[in-house]
């Protein structure tokens, strides 16, 4: 069964930095990409950070440029996603997710495989 379970969300105020860590389990890791997804109130999802766990190599969506870098354990099957100068506008639920590709597909497919999600909160 494939699982992804993020943590590392909470309450930190605007200029901090959240360090939110996704374990996976239940799939070959190092086959898929795994990417750093958010959605605030109101808004539809949106894509943040990808990495391929085969290569390393990474993709940064419009949200995580400049702010946010994404890396990955392979030993441990967990993937981090560092995000610095956070303002309120970064506040949403952060969702990992999976799927058997490239960094540079989200956006372009879907992914299939999702944790429960995250919640960053940016106190200005």
């Known amino acids: 069964e494939v699982q992804l379970v993020e943590s590392g969300g909470g309450l930190v105020q605007a200029g901090g930095s959240l360090r939110l860590s996704c374990a996976a389990s239940?799939?070959?890791?190092?086959?898929?990409?795994i990417g750093w997804f958010r959605q605030a109130p109101g808004k539809e999802r949106e894509g943040v950070s990808c990495?391929?766990?085969?290569?390393?190599?990474?993709y940064y969506a419009d949200s995580g440029k400049g702010r946010c870098t994404i890396s990955s354990d392979n030993a441990k099957n967990t993937v981090y996603l560092k995000m610095n100068s956070l303002t309120p506008e970064d506040t949403a639920v952060y969702y990992c997710?999976?799927?058997?590709?490239?960094?540079?597909?989200?956006?372009?497919?879907?992914?299939?495989?999702w944790g429960q999600g995250t919640q960053v909160t940016v106190s200005s």
């Open positions: 990495i391929s766990s085969s290569d390393g190599s990474t």
């Open positions: 997710a999976a799927e058997y590709t490239t960094a540079q597909a989200m956006g372009v497919i879907p992914f299939d495989y």
């Open positions: 239940g799939f070959t890791f190092d086959d898929y990409a």
